[in-house]
């Protein structure tokens, strides 16, 4: 089975031992993974603010990147669903364009989906003795309607404590653009969600999307708390022989 990685922005940037530990596992689940480099932003953030235009010029990009592709898999829930709506930017009046995105749509998985629902694996071997909870992102959750993949995963970590996270399908207050342009509202929607995590008393948090970590992890830092967050590819990849 070949794959393809949609590393994304901000694990691309910020985050690329996501991309590796994502790697690691697909290789070891008997994929066979490369990586377009011609790759961009998928163009959320444009799309996200009205420049659909500009959305439009990115998501062909893509569709030409990825249109060899067997599969295309994204360690993010919020990417994979701007995928998803590359179908709905084009006009009757461009109805090659509208196909091929519907053939990329079809193809393009969020990763702990891509292994539960595709590979039909829950048991990676992992191994991690914490106490850890887990947030929801809302695009992954509400928008994808990825609900259970995640949960079969982390079951089947050996020695992982996981608690329950009070209101755990609240946005965290980030929301691509949303956090830039309103960010006071930004600010006390992250501060509610921290509230709930440290609540949980759990060392580690656990999400989907680097977007929500990156978010979550900033403001836990600005305020002294010492939980760790990590994406769960890492937590999937720990302790695997």
């Known amino acids: 089975m070949k794959v393809s990685l949609f590393i994304t922005c901000l694990a691309d940037l910020f985050y690329p031992e996501v991309g590796k530990d994502v790697v690691e596992i697909l290789e070891d689940l008997g994929c066979d993974v490369d990586f377009p480099k011609q790759q961009t932003c998928c163009g959320q953030p444009a799309y996200n603010s009205g420049y659909h235009k500009e959305t439009k010029t990115a998501a062909k990009h893509m569709i030409e990147t990825f249109a060899g592709a067997e599969y295309v898999v ?3 829930g919020s990417c994979v669903m701007m995928v998803h709506e590359f179908p709905h930017l084009f006009t009757k009046g461009e109805m090659e364009w509208k196909q091929k995105a519907k053939e990329l749509a079809n ?3 969020e990763f702990t989906q891509f292994v539960v629902e595709v590979l039909g694996k829950v048991d990676l071997g992992a191994e991690l003795h914490k106490k850890v909870t887990v947030h929801t992102s809302c695009h992954m959750n509400r ?4 609900k259970e993949p995640p949960q079969k995963l982390l079951k089947h970590v050996k020695g992982l404590e996981v608690v329950p996270l009070s209101h755990s399908y609240d946005c965290c207050g980030f929301g691509g653009t ?3 342009k309103m960010p ?9 969600k921290v509230k709930h995590i440290t609540d949980t008393e759990a060392e580690l948090l656990i999400g989907m999307d680097c977007s929500c970590l990156m978010n979550i992890n900033g403001r836990l830092n600005r305020k002294g708390i010492p939980i760790e967050v ?3 590819a890492q937590v999937l990849n720990s302790g695997r022989k």
């Open 230 to 232: 990590k994406h769960i």
């Open 178 to 180: 949303f956090s830039v």
């Open 107 to 109: 193809k393009t998985y």
């Open 184 to 192: 006071e509202i930004s600010e006390q929607m992250v501060d509610e």
């Open 143 to 146: 928008l994808m309607g990825i």
């Open 74 to 76: 994204a360690p993010s």
